[in-house]
């Protein structure tokens, strides 16, 4: 299944020149490990910042040298997650048997992502690193045993003093045989190998639950007695309409495990796993902060193994890219959807900062311009005060691109010429999440643009008026998700 990514070598090298940099410049104040930032991890070394498994279940992937990445400590410090997983382990473009990032790196000899690991821990987190992908070409392809894919893999988690790894195991290596057998056997040395290692194996998803080659990848996990911590499936890219119709295909998933592994109901549940893409997906999907709370319910009601996404890269709203690899492509706060999988955890993310007041004149006949200027490219949420024309208008809901006049939708109210005078105080609490101050939302309450309540430990924005339709769950689309509260 395609997963948005950028293509540009140089954006790439930019990327982790910015990440490097970074490391570097807090290296003063970090608590990182001996093996400093610059340096790669001693492949002895053991991992003093192994997290118990829920944050390894829980770990969003995050691309550290592509897709523009994120400071994973400030990721760290808004959501209360600890735990990212780091993708893709690949074979060298050029061909071989050994560990490459995104098959151009070599594991060998890294020192970039060793520094985003170091610094990662050094915040009191840790890592998982995700082998395969949908691109490149997978060392199960290329190694040509079981125990060379072993051997190969094992250098990556001697390297990085791993306690997780996840096998992504896509198209096309998802439909041959012999390299299926390279990766899962490969899965169950290390896991031998390597006692107490948490093991997920992620693939595509279908209605179904998974696919013919999904329930071979069952059948055969089954022949050679291999049993990782979850089966995870990825429901996007597959026309799936929302957050119902990901757990429908969770509960099919459950069924075929419990048919093709031969687990009763509970055993299935806890060893199942679910992997979203927030936002657009690259099919034209889209997934948004209520369908994830939806699947999370789903998850934790269920007792499910895992719950991660696709990706930490795109949790942010797009600004003037909107490149769907780097960001999302729906409104939403930076790292929202992060926070959804510090709750599987069991954690509770932080809570954003206090809504600050603000206080505007707005006159009722008179008065001095003293509003910002209306631009045609900024977004106004309802209660917004702007000056144009000689005259100061109030958005009634939120619009963006027109005008302020007495027609079009109506959206602005004219409260008259600014030319001197006085006027009244009004006082206002722009949308930007904070504490759950707001009052309850109530379905039989009629609100107008700009109305804020909270609902579901979230804050929310009325963007018109509107009445009896559920914050974050209903088809128009009225409401602004400000964040948790």
């Known amino acids: 299944m395609q997963r948005a990514r950028l293509a540009a070598t140089a954006l790439a090298a930019v990327a982790v020149a910015g990440v490097a940099a970074a ?22 070394a053991q991992n003093p910042n192994a997290l118990s498994n829920n944050w390894y279940a829980s770990a969003p992937y995050l691309m550290p040298q592509s897709n523009n990445p994120p400071d994973p400590t400030v990721v760290m410090a808004a959501t209360g997650q600890k735990a990212f997983q780091l993708a893709f382990i690949l074979a060298p473009d050029g061909g071989g048997c050994s560990p490459t990032w995104d098959g151009k790196s070599a594991v060998s000899s890294d020192t970039a992502v060793a520094g985003v690991i170091s610094k990662i821990r050094g915040a009191g987190g840790d890592v998982s690193v995700s082998v395969g992908g949908y691109g490149g070409t997978k060392l199960g392809q290329t190694c040509g045993t079981v125990a060379a894919t072993a051997a190969a893999y094992q250098q990556v988690i001697d390297k990085y003093s791993l306690k997780a790894i996840d096998f992504d195991l896509e198209e096309p290596e998802y439909e041959n045989d012999a390299a299926m057998n390279n990766e899962l056997g490969a899965a169950k040395t290390l896991q031998s190998n390597n006692p107490g290692l948490f093991v997920s194996v992620t693939m595509p998803g279908t209605a179904a639950g998974t696919g013919w080659f999904g329930t071979q990848l069952l059948d055969k996990s089954k022949s050679i007695g291999f049993t990782p911590n979850n089966f995870s499936i990825m429901p996007f890219d597959g026309g799936f309409a929302g957050g119902s119709a990901q757990t429908s295909a969770l509960e099919a998933l459950h069924g075929l495990l419990e048919s093709h592994m031969g687990w009763d109901s509970t055993t299935a549940y806890a060893h199942e796993g679910f992997s979203g893409m927030n936002g657009h997906s690259d099919n034209g999907e889209v997934f948004t902060q209520a369908d994830f709370q939806t699947v999370l319910d789903y998850a934790t009601s269920h007792g499910l193994g895992r719950f991660t996404f696709w990706s930490v890269n795109r949790d942010r709203q797009c600004g003037a890219s909107t490149d769907n690899g780097i960001c999302s492509n729906v409104t939403q706060n930076d790292w ?23 206080t505007t004149t707005t006159p009722g006949g008179g008065g001095s311009c003293t509003a910002a200027a209306w631009n045609a490219a900024t977004a106004y949420s309802g209660g917004a005060v702007v000056s144009y024309n000689g005259h100061q208008w109030t958005a009634k809901w939120w619009t963006q691109g027109e005008a302020p006049s007495t027609g079009g939708s109506g959206v602005w109210t004219d409260n008259g010429a600014c030319t001197g005078g006085g006027g009244g105080t009004t006082t206002t609490n722009p949308p930007s999440g904070g504490n759950c101050t707001a009052a309850a939302w109530n379905s039989a309450t009629a609100y107008n643009g700009g109305a804020v309540v909270s609902y579901n430990g979230h804050s929310w924005t009325a963007k018109w008026w509107t009445q009896g339709d559920t914050p974050g769950a209903n088809s128009q689309n009225v409401w602004t998700d400000n964040g948790s509260c």
């Open 23 to 44: 490391v570097a410049a807090n290296a003063s104040t970090a608590q990182v490990q001996p093996a400093a930032s610059a340096a790669a991890l001693s492949p002895n």
């Open 336 to 358: 929202d959807f992060t926070k959804f999988t510090t709750k599987f955890a069991g954690a509770t993310p932080p809570q954003s900062p206090p809504p600050t007041t603000t």
